[in-house]
């Protein structure tokens, strides 16, 4: 298999904190992870890509000091939303993939609530 | 451009089968992919087609490629209410790992 999880699933905070969202695949070594963003009944828009041991590269337009990514590990990659604000509230999904391979596996999804 | 493009809604009765459409501007892409996203949950991935190829079928599932005019279709054979839920086309280019996702197609499935 190749199972994908993220934790929280969903966490509400207050405007102003932190969350930190992680991405683990549980039963593969993942040497790129992918952090997307989906608005409501909108499509996929890639935040970044993690490749393990180095920084992330992040899309035009995602401000690398407000979403910071760490890729610590082969299985493990965190986001974290610094000093969230309303506009931040998201569906945020991962994906990891294998390497050499090119398909991505993609995690459950962490739904953001900044109040 | 990278714009990929799905019609919104599709309705089917159950039983029936179900085509679900999608458009990419990509030539270069070498994997074309279609993913599941149920409410609240992330994507599965359903099937994926290699560009050299034009068809692919997997159990009820038979995926068509079109290069020339960069047309990918999803047929779902045999469509069960559990099939209701939002498909996602996918391009993956050779000179990026990056997926481009399309806008998604709701398929609902009625009695």
């Known amino acids: 298999g190749a199972v994908v999880s993220q934790h929280p699933s969903w966490v509400i905070c207050k405007s102003g904190t932190s969350v930190k969202i992680e991405c683990r695949s549980l039963?593969?070594?993942?040497?790129?992870m992918f952090w997307y963003r989906q608005f409501p009944k909108q499509s996929l828009m890639l935040m970044a890509t993690?490749?393990?041991?180095?920084?992330?590269?992040?899309e035009q337009g995602v401000e690398k000091d407000k979403f910071l990514i760490n890729h610590a590990s082969l299985t493990l990659s965190t986001l974290t939303v610094t000093s969230a604000h309303p506009e931040d509230s998201s569906f945020y999904i991962c994906?990891?993939?294998?390497?050499?391979?090119?398909?991505?596996?993609f995690g459950p999804g962490t739904r953001l609530l900044v109040l | 451009g990278e714009d990929v493009e799905q019609s919104l809604f599709l309705s089917v009765r159950e039983g029936d089968s179900s085509v679900i459409n999608c458009t990419y501007t990509?030539?270069?892409?070498?994997?074309l992919y279609w993913y599941k996203q149920e409410p609240g949950a992330g994507l599965q991935l359903l099937t994926y087609?290699?560009?050299?190829?034009d068809m692919k079928q997997d159990q009820r599932l038979t995926v068509l490629l079109n290069k020339k005019d960069k047309h990918l279709s999803l047929r779902i054979a045999d469509t069960q209410t559990g099939d209701s839920a939002i498909y996602f086309c996918?391009?993956?280019?050779?000179?990026?790992?990056?997926?481009?996702f399309g806008t998604g197609t709701r398929l609902q499935v009625t009695l």
């Open positions: 994906s990891a993939q294998r390497l050499a391979q090119e398909t991505q596996y």
């Open positions: 039963d593969f070594q993942a040497t790129t």
């Open positions: 993690s490749n393990e041991g180095s920084k992330a590269t992040y």
């Open positions: 990509d030539s270069s892409s070498t994997y």
């Open positions: 087609i290699f560009s050299n190829m």
């Open positions: 996918a391009e993956h280019t050779g000179t990026a790992s990056k997926l481009t």
